[in-house]
């Protein structure tokens, strides 16, 4: 009987132990399980809120742009290309403005510049006994003609609906918004003429979005403290002045 019991403990000790080993078995792997079944975005970095972008762009710079060689020309891929047409648009600027020429007597003369030295050289031919230039023939194609015609209409009827949707004053913040940027672009316009400020804006294109790719955080991070201030003097303008104005009942029209 005393073995029995002896030989009854270490068999009994034996079964507790492979309990206890299951039960921590399934504990360890359900809560492995429950780990990977975890999705990614509980990490801090996924919880994280979304990052604020200049002018609520989603998309990178050079796609905002539009693609392409432009875009490649205003982020200066190209440096060669880049430079040529920035130093191209500061030679006609210097030309029209700071030297007063004019574009009609311009192309004039490029014109009898270009049909003397064809005419010459033509004539000349015959006594330097080389053939004489083949002058190629040009002539406008149709179909970009079109498209660029196609292009410039909807553009045209976008910009048209966006006017008649700020003058229906169902957007107060919008209508703001361009009057504000209206009266800024006629000061600026009042300081030079209109050559003068298309060679700004044009300069302007070539160096804020390659400054604004360069440095991109930044620009972010500042722009987004901006806009919170300006939001909150907006709302303090809306509490204290547009509140208080009275305005009807907006009534649709209804067309016949």
């Not at 609906?161 to 003058?167: D, F, S």
Request: charged content about 25%.
């Amino acid at each position: 009987m005393a073995e029995h019991a002896e030989d009854s403990e270490p068999i009994g000790e034996s079964l507790m132990e492979k309990i206890a080993e299951k039960v921590h078995g399934d504990d360890s792997s359900s809560s492995d399980s429950d780990s990977e079944k975890k999705p990614l975005s509980s990490s801090p970095s996924s919880v994280k809120a979304k990052i604020y972008r200049l002018f609520g762009r989603e998309k990178p710079v050079h796609h905002v742009l539009g693609g392409g060689k432009p875009a490649d020309v205003f982020l200066w891929r190209n440096k060669k290309i880049s430079a040529g047409v920035l130093g191209g648009a500061t030679a006609i600027w210097v030309l029209f403005e700071l030297m007063e020429y004019h574009l009609l007597p311009l192309v004039c003369h490029v014109f009898i510049l270009l049909l003397a030295l064809l005419f010459l050289w033509s004539n000349a031919s015959t006594f330097i006994k080389k053939s004489p230039p083949h002058i190629p023939e040009f002539h406008l194609p149709e179909d970009p003609v079109l498209q660029v015609a196609s292009a410039l209409r909807i553009e045209i009827n976008r910009a048209l609906a966006v006017l008649r949707h700020i003058a229906s004053g169902k957007d107060l913040k919008t209508f703001l918004a361009v009057v504000a940027g209206l009266w800024v672009l006629s000061i600026v316009g009042s300081w030079c003429n209109f050559l003068t400020l298309f060679y700004i804006c044009f300069v302007l294109l070539h160096t804020l979005p390659v400054l604004y790719d360069k440095y991109e955080h930044q620009v972010d991070s500042f722009a987004e403290t901006a806009m919170i201030e300006i939001k909150k003097q907006y709302a303090v303008f809306d509490a204290k002045v547009l509140s208080k104005i009275p305005r009807g009942p907006l009534k649709d029209k209804k067309r016949a």
